[in-house]
């Protein structure tokens, strides 16, 4: 099956903008969508298709894509977006999903 | 309102079954595709099984195939996996989720709660 790859962990002052990125070979072919975890909480979906939020979801999220690689950036960061994020695609090698291995996202 | 309801969970020795259950709500359960996702204890979320909005079509991660059986019952709004022959490395925190959309661009739109599986003698 395929694997997406993130980063473990990232930092960001509070209001200033970060970005998680999501590496895989699927996502070629397939748009990300994206989860945030705080703990003890089942996931909530954040982000999925081109660049598409859920209700209720603020618009400091959004979606991007290039190539082999889809982003998830936080524009003005809040204390309540302290959470662990994880990336999620079609699996293009047989399984029909994948998750990436999550971020976790501290702000300061 | 939309829900998700995980049960069936528990503490189970190595080798034996357990059944989870998922019950839901608020919208048309048979027009939509679901999935089991799980979480090992500070490890991260792992597909485990979808099926189709009819059932007709099912997969399995390698890592449970010949060993769970999802399925599921459109009468009574209920998605079901069947555990077998769980080891250690099956405990997690299991989550039923609703797939939204199709195509490239689908995702999980709905979680339940989790319920928490331990695989110990």
């Known amino acids: 099956s395929s694997e997406l790859t993130q980063d473990p962990a990232v930092s960001v002052a509070l209001g200033q903008t970060v970005r998680i990125t999501c590496q895989g070979d699927?996502?070629?072919?397939?748009?990300a969508s994206w989860y945030q975890q705080k703990p003890g909480q089942a996931p909530v979906l954040v982000i999925y298709?081109?660049?598409n939020r859920p209700s209720g979801i603020p618009d400091r999220f959004s979606g991007s894509s290039s190539g082999n690689t889809a982003s998830l950036t936080i524009t003005g960061a809040q204390a309540e977006d302290e959470a662990d994020y994880y990336c999620?695609?079609?699996?293009?090698?047989?399984?029909?999903?994948?998750f990436g291995t999550g971020t976790k996202v501290t702000v300061l | 309102e939309v829900q998700l309801v995980e049960s069936g969970g528990g503490l189970v020795q190595p080798g034996g079954s357990l059944r989870l259950s998922c019950a839901a709500s608020?919208?048309?359960?048979?027009?939509?595709?679901m999935n089991w996702v799980r979480q090992a204890p500070g490890k991260g979320l792992e597909w485990v099984s979808y099926?189709?909005?009819?059932?007709?079509?099912?997969y399995y991660a390698d890592s449970v195939k010949g060993r769970f059986t999802i399925s599921r019952d459109n009468a009574k709004n209920s998605l079901y996996l069947q555990m077998n022959s769980l080891r250690a490395e099956d405990t997690a925190v299991y989550y039923c989720?609703?797939?939204?959309?199709?195509?490239?661009?689908?995702?999980?739109?709905?979680w339940g709660q989790g319920t928490m599986v331990t695989v110990s003698s």
């Open positions: 989720a609703r797939t939204y959309g199709s195509g490239i661009e689908d995702a999980f739109d709905i």
């Open positions: 699927s996502l070629r072919s397939y748009y």
């Open positions: 608020g919208f048309t359960f048979s027009s939509y595709e």
């Open positions: 298709g081109k660049n």
């Open positions: 099926i189709s909005s009819s059932g007709s079509t099912i």
């Open positions: 999620n695609s079609r699996d293009s090698s047989g399984n029909p999903y994948v």
